[in-house]
């Protein structure tokens, strides 16, 4: 108690000393708050656009069906069961069939994923009621990001040409009928979406899929010869990403916090230094050395806590704000080939503010007790004359 | 009247560079309970080291020093510690109060080592500081206060313990004549009124008017040790 109230005085006294150590040290514990905070919104809003808008709450892919390998995409497909159609009509599962393709927007030539999707699903956001208008013959609807690759419009008509099931070429032309916006850019892309039956047709795949996606009211139950992917297989890529933002951003994140303990760690030689007679006489008066190194880390140790304190002053009123009007990153977004919304909303846990909260302390007090060590070995009598030692 | 400190062939050696400095050479003294005693001598002649060693701030190369029944050489850095706590008081030169504390939380300072609790911490503090006169500054800071306040304040710090022995290093040197005796009257009434040992290390002949027995020291030996009436 002598020690907090103590170093709580000295601290207070020390003055301008004291508050720009403070200053740095709220600085790095705001920043470190915010920078985690923001990570975890991106991560949030990153996973949920994900299964909103591709990978539902796990998808059932053919055995031979590799992401990667667009050689598999030719043989992946697996006729729908009439237990499969149950489900399908129940709204737990949507098939989606893909076939590789090749389109001719404005006479230049262009590789496609074309995917085949029921019209009528609510299981992804994507707005696929849109292929049901077919007044002016086939309909596709694409992504933004696709749309200005292939500078098509809608409305526009483009030649599609693919391979069916038996390896026979064929040609089309599909009229645009909606270009959708959306934050995942691997269902954009590249992509185009057209209607099941019209696909299945066109690959002579009839009642076939690739893929099944799973929605909300699905129990992910196994189903025979398709293999299931949860949704953790299916955002690992986007995990690792974000752990990998996260690590780049921890190592800056330390460096601030090093260079503001290195400032304490000054403060506390000087303040060592320059009160060597304070140091003597609380020997003098009955402390232990150990307990007058305890005086001293403690008054170390609380510029973490006036930083934090001083943090919170700003920072609740400034995470408050950033949270409600959300962080833009512009239209660099549709560069990056990541998930990643237009405006992030940044995620503070209390598990993120006590973690970093426990990291600054921690760090101060150490950074406070090294120099104070110094103590233990000093001689009184030659500390009471404010000697050199 | 009882002893408290006990010094037999002390002897305390300095190292400077490759040899020794012997600062005091074969000491013999003892002090009983009350007595008002001062060590003087030149500049060098090992005052405020025969202090130090019987505060327990330093410990003897040869002979012994035994203070409150406890041999200084032998004891621990808590057990050294406890022995200021408890019966040890200080005042130095330069009052070495704490500039962030007020007046009562000076004084109140070693009380709080002792884990005394708060209202017989509140009476023994402010009766220190009736002691000294001090008692309608409570709230100052040290900054605020003149040299003879400051060391008054030093004066009640280092009696609300109640000490057996109070040491004082040069309590007057950085006082003016008026301050210095009003320091030495208020610091020989407590000698009396409370059966308090007060030893000073000084070359000031102001304090030495007011002390009872004189050690006079010259080049770490005791040259004479007398009794004034």
């Known amino acids: 108690m002598i020690a907090f109230k103590l170093a709580l005085k000295n601290l207070i006294g020390a003055g301008l000393r004291t508050w720009l150590n403070v200053a740095v040290l709220s600085f790095a514990f705001v920043l470190m708050v915010f920078y985690y905070g923001m990570m975890d919104g991106w991560n949030r809003q990153g996973k949920k656009d994900t299964k909103d808008w591709e990978i539902g709450q796990g998808q059932y892919w053919h055995p031979d069906y590799d992401k990667y390998d667009p050689y598999t995409i030719q043989d992946a497909h697996l006729p729908l069961t009439p237990e499969i159609k149950k489900q399908i009509k129940e709204g737990e599962l949507t098939p989606v069939l893909l076939t590789q393709a090749t389109i001719y927007p404005q006479g230049r030539m262009q590789s496609a994923l074309l995917r085949g999707v029921d019209p009528d699903q609510k299981i992804l956001k994507i707005p696929t009621s849109h292929l049901k208008d077919t007044q002016n013959g086939y309909s596709a609807i694409i992504g933004k990001r696709m749309a200005e690759n292939t500078r098509l419009k809608v409305g526009d008509q483009v030649l599609i040409r693919w391979r069916d099931k038996n390896g026979m070429f064929d040609a089309i032309d599909m009229h645009i009928t909606a270009i959708f916006k959306c934050d995942v850019p691997s269902i954009d892309n590249g992509q185009m979406y057209i209607s099941l039956d019209v696909l299945q047709h066109m690959t002579n795949m009839k009642d076939e899929a690739s893929i099944l996606v799973a929605g909300e009211n699905s129990d992910l139950k196994p189903i025979e010869n398709w293999v299931f992917k949860d949704t953790d297989f299916l955002l690992a890529e986007f995990d690792a990403l974000i752990q990998s933002k996260k690590a780049g951003g921890t190592i800056l994140q330390g460096v601030l916090l090093i260079i503001a303990l290195l400032a304490i760690f000054d403060t506390q030689v000087l303040s060592i230094f320059r009160r060597q007679k304070e140091i003597g006489t609380y020997i003098a008066l009955g402390m232990t050395r150990k307990q007058v190194v305890g005086i001293f880390t403690v008054e170390g140790g609380a510029h973490s806590i006036l930083a934090i304190l001083v943090g919170a002053v700003y920072g609740i009123p400034l995470f408050i704000w950033l949270n409600t009007i959300g962080l833009s990153f512009g239209g660099s977004n549709a560069d990056m080939g990541i998930t990643i919304a237009e405006k992030i909303y940044p995620y503070y846990t209390l598990g993120l503010i006590v973690t970093t909260l426990i990291i600054v302390v921690i760090s101060a007090t150490i950074v406070s007790y090294l120099p104070a060590r110094k103590i233990s070995k000093m001689k009184p009598t030659d500390a009471l004359k404010g000697k050199l030692q | ?107 109140e300072f070693s009380l709080l080592l002792q884990k005394m609790n708060g209202t017989e911490r509140k009476k023994a503090v402010m009766q220190a500081l009736e002691w000294v006169g001090l008692s309608d500054k409570v709230k100052s800071k040290p900054s605020m206060l003149s040299g003879g306040e400051c060391q008054r304040v030093a004066i009640a710090r280092s009696m609300v313990k109640k000490p057996e022995i109070v040491l004082a290093d040069e309590p007057t040197a950085n006082l003016d004549s008026k301050n210095s005796h009003h320091i030495l009257q208020t610091m020989k009434t407590l000698n009396k009124e409370l059966n308090v040992t007060f030893l000073f290390a000084t070359h000031d002949e102001k304090v030495m008017k007011y002390l009872e027995r004189i050690v006079s020291l010259e080049d770490g030996k005791v040259v004479s040790d007398k009794t004034s009436l």
């Open chain 2, 1 to 107: 009247m009882a002893t408290i400190i006990n010094i037999e062939n002390l002897v305390k050696r300095f190292p400077v560079g490759k040899s020794y400095f012997t600062a005091l050479n074969q000491v013999n003294l003892s002090f009983g309970r009350g007595e008002f005693a001062g060590f003087v001598g030149p500049s060098g002649s090992g005052k405020t080291t025969l202090l130090n060693i019987i505060g327990s701030l330093d410990t003897p190369t040869e002979g012994s020093a035994i203070v409150m029944e406890k041999s200084i050489s032998e004891l621990t850095h808590k057990q050294s510690a406890q022995l200021r706590n408890k019966h040890i008081g200080f005042i130095f030169q330069t009052y070495n109060l704490l500039p962030v504390y007020t007046v009562f939380e000076n004084v």
